[in-house]
């Protein structure tokens, strides 16, 4: 029998819950912050990897908006997302859909065309180098208001054919997907597929809303949806696949320690869950290390990570032909 440590390695994954700002390593943070000549609070690597220290997803938030401050230029976005992509070959993820937050940097001068235009190069050049796909996700900013996300969706349009889906994120609690409806539903008659994050550390409630009033194809996260038992009915019922962040949701205090959360217990009752790695720079690992630290904590067998894979290229937004290649390389390492 292959070893968990070898099996993890070798199967092809996708990661479908990835914040390109979240991918930002400290010494990247340096080196552009150093040549944009914009100035850091941090003296040093060490002083910013001290302050990832979070107790809670505010916490980490104030940072993470933080460091984005110090990408200015094209080339800025396609040496973050460049950096991000050659991790992803390191770890055999074949597939990503890749977050954005654009009002993170139209808010402070950076146009729209200049991020959409260095993140997508970098998936380009990825793709002529070794063949990896992506897709990207564009994310409003909820603790912002529903306007604001009009102005953004606008912005997309003229680049409506390099965008799969929106999404909502940031701070949670006491922004609801309702107050986005307006907007969803705009985002949908254009075209774009809606995911959200939900249940992360909002209540039930909050996945209910997502699922009806943003229409989402996938639950960001939603692991509070084990609270309540007519949901996770349905989110079985319906296939409704959970992006679950496991290192994640353990720096922010979701669950206290990996031993106790609930992955495991999701994935044996038939939902489709899969391991992201959400904000890899800030949370301690890229894909892989989530597949370990999760894979260790909770005794996972191989033929449940094995499952985790298949789910994500499952509920990936890829062609159902290209989908169906990517399950059957993961079903040849059944032994
Ligand atoms: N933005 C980046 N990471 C996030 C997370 N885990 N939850 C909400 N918003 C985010
Ligand atoms: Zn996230």
């Not at 070898?6 to 990661?15: F, M, T, Y």
């Not at 960001?220 to 349905?234: A, N, P, T, W, Y």
């Not at 031993?259 to 890899?280: A, G, R, Y």
């Not at 033929?303 to 290649?325: G, H, P, R, V, W």
Request: net charge negative.
């Amino acid at each position: 029998m292959m070893n968990r440590l070898e099996l993890i390695q070798k199967l092809p994954k996708a990661e479908l819950h990835l914040h390109i700002e979240g991918s930002f390593e400290p010494e990247l943070m340096f080196e552009i912050a150093k040549r944009n000549k914009v100035n850091i609070r941090f003296k040093s690597i060490d002083e910013i990897k001290e302050a990832y220290n979070f107790h809670n997803l505010q916490s980490f938030l104030d940072i993470y908006y933080e460091g984005a401050g110090v990408l200015l230029h094209e080339k800025d976005f396609y040496d973050l997302t460049y950096a991000y992509l050659l991790k992803c070959k390191e770890d055999n993820v074949v597939h990503a859909e890749i977050f954005f937050d654009p009002q993170t940097h139209t808010d402070r001068g950076v146009s729209f065309e200049t991020v959409i235009s260095g993140i997508k190069k970098a998936t380009i050049k990825a793709h002529e180098e070794w063949g990896m796909t992506a897709h990207l996700i564009m994310y409003f900013l909820r603790h912002l208001s529903e306007e604001e996300a009009f102005k953004t969706l606008k912005m997309s349009e003229p680049f409506k054919k390099d965008i799969i889906a929106v999404g909502l994120d940031s701070s949670e609690v006491g922004h609801p997907p309702s107050k986005f409806k307006k907007v969803f539903d705009e985002a949908m008659k254009m075209g774009y597929l809606t995911v959200a994050h939900a249940g992360e550390e909002g209540p039930p409630e909050y996945v209910w809303e997502a699922l009806d009033l943003l229409k989402v194809k996938r639950v960001d996260h939603g692991v509070r949806s084990i609270e309540d038992e007519k949901l996770l009915k349905r989110l079985i019922d319906e296939e409704m696949p959970l992006t679950v962040c496991p290192l994640s949701n353990i720096k922010l205090c979701v669950f206290e320690k990996m031993e106790d959360h609930n992955l495991k217990k999701l994935l044996q009752q038939n939902v489709k869950v899969m391991i992201n790695s959400d904000d890899p720079a800030y949370f301690g690992g890229y894909a892989n290390q989530n597949y370990i630290a999760t894979a260790e904590a909770l005794d996972l067998s191989n033929a449940e990570i094995i499952q985790l894979a298949k789910n994500s290229f499952d509920a990936s937004f890829m062609t159902d032909e290209l989908k169906q290649s990517w399950i059957k390389a993961c079903e040849a390492f059944n032994e």
